[in-house]
C-alpha cells in the first residue's frame, strides 16, 4: 500500500469553517463535470478563497472539456508540464484522467522521457517539446512554433498556450501548499510511478 503525502502545509478548509461565500462555491461546483468538488483535496484548499477559487473553476473548466485541441495532446500537454514541474498531485490525477478519457497507460513512461521518445508520432514529439519550452523558457522556439502551425489554428495554439501556463502555475501552488492525494491517486502513482518530489 502507497505511503501518504505529508500533511498539507495549507490544510484543506473544513465544515466548520465555511462562509456564505465558501458554501456557494461549493454548491456551484459539486454538480457537473466537477461532480465531489466538496471531497477534492485541491478545491478543498483552493476553497480558502472562494471568489478565486470561483473563477480558476470557470478556466479549468474550458481547459478540460472546452479545449479546441484533441484530447490526446491536451493530456500529454499536461501530463509532460506535470512531470517537469514535479508536481505529484496533478501528475497522479491527470493518470487517472487520461484513463478517464480512454488513453493508454503505455504513454505514461514515454511522457516521462520526453520529446526523442519514439512511442509518440512525429507531431505529438513536438508537442511534448514545445511543452518543455514553455516551462522552462516561457517560449515557444521557432521550429516548434512553425511545426504546431502546421496542424493546428490560433485558437488551438492559444489553447495549447494557456493550458501549459495554467498548469505549470497551478503546479506551483499545489507543491507549495502540499495537497494530499487520496489513497486512488496514490496507488495509481505507486502503479505508474511518479516525479521526485
Same mark, same amino acid.
Given at each position: 500500500?502507497?505511503?501518504?503525502?505529508?500533511?498539507?502545509?495549507?490544510?484543506?478548509?473544513?465544515?466548520?469553517e465555511f462562509?456564505?461565500?465558501?458554501? @456557494?462555491? $461549493?454548491?456551484?461546483?459539486?454538480?457537473? $463535470?466537477?461532480?465531489?468538488?466538496?471531497?477534492?483535496?485541491?478545491?478543498?484548499?483552493?476553497?480558502?478563497?472562494?471568489?478565486?477559487? @470561483?473563477?480558476? #473553476?470557470?478556466?479549468?473548466?474550458?481547459?478540460? !472539456?472546452?479545449?479546441?485541441?484533441?484530447?490526446?495532446?491536451?493530456?500529454?500537454?499536461?501530463?509532460?508540464?506535470?512531470? !517537469?514541474?514535479?508536481?505529484? &498531485?496533478?501528475w497522479?490525477?491527470?493518470?487517472?484522467?487520461?484513463?478517464?478519457?480512454?488513453?493508454?497507460?503505455?504513454?505514461?513512461?514515454?511522457?516521462?522521457?520526453?520529446?526523442?521518445?519514439?512511442? $509518440?508520432?512525429? $507531431?505529438?514529439?513536438?508537442?511534448?517539446?514545445?511543452?518543455?519550452?514553455?516551462?522552462?523558457?516561457?517560449?515557444?522556439?521557432?521550429?516548434?512554433?512553425?511545426?504546431?502551425?502546421?496542424?493546428?489554428?490560433?485558437?488551438?495554439?492559444?489553447?495549447?498556450?494557456?493550458?501549459?501556463?495554467c &498548469?505549470?502555475?497551478?503546479?506551483?501552488?499545489?507543491? #507549495?501548499?502540499?495537497?494530499e492525494?487520496?489513497?486512488?491517486?496514490? @496507488?495509481?502513482?505507486?502503479? &505508474?510511478?511518479?516525479?521526485?518530489?
Amino acid at each position: 500500500m502507497a505511503q501518504p503525502d505529508p500533511p498539507a502545509r495549507m490544510p484543506q478548509v473544513q465544515p466548520e469553517e465555511f462562509t456564505d461565500e465558501t458554501r @456557494d462555491f $461549493f454548491a456551484r461546483w459539486t454538480g457537473g $463535470f466537477l461532480g465531489g468538488a466538496e471531497s477534492n483535496p485541491v478545491l478543498k484548499t483552493f476553497a480558502h478563497h472562494p471568489k478565486l477559487a @470561483d473563477v480558476f #473553476s470557470q478556466f479549468n473548466i474550458h481547459l478540460l !472539456l472546452d479545449n479546441t485541441l484533441p484530447v490526446k495532446q491536451r493530456q500529454i500537454a499536461i501530463m509532460r508540464t506535470a512531470w !517537469l514541474t514535479k508536481a505529484l &498531485y496533478m501528475w497522479s490525477s491527470h493518470l487517472n484522467t487520461s484513463m478517464n478519457c480512454g488513453l493508454s497507460p503505455e504513454m505514461f513512461d514515454p511522457i516521462k522521457v520526453g520529446a526523442d521518445d519514439p512511442w $509518440f508520432s512525429p $507531431f505529438e514529439q513536438t508537442v511534448m517539446r514545445a511543452t518543455d519550452e514553455l516551462v522552462t523558457d516561457r517560449k515557444i522556439g521557432e521550429a516548434s512554433w512553425d511545426a504546431l502551425m502546421q496542424e493546428w489554428d490560433n485558437q488551438q495554439m492559444l489553447d495549447f498556450m494557456f493550458t501549459v501556463g495554467c &498548469y505549470a502555475a497551478v503546479a506551483g501552488v499545489m507543491r #507549495s501548499t502540499g495537497a494530499e492525494r487520496d489513497p486512488d491517486l496514490l @496507488d495509481l502513482a505507486e502503479k &505508474y510511478g511518479a516525479p521526485e518530489a
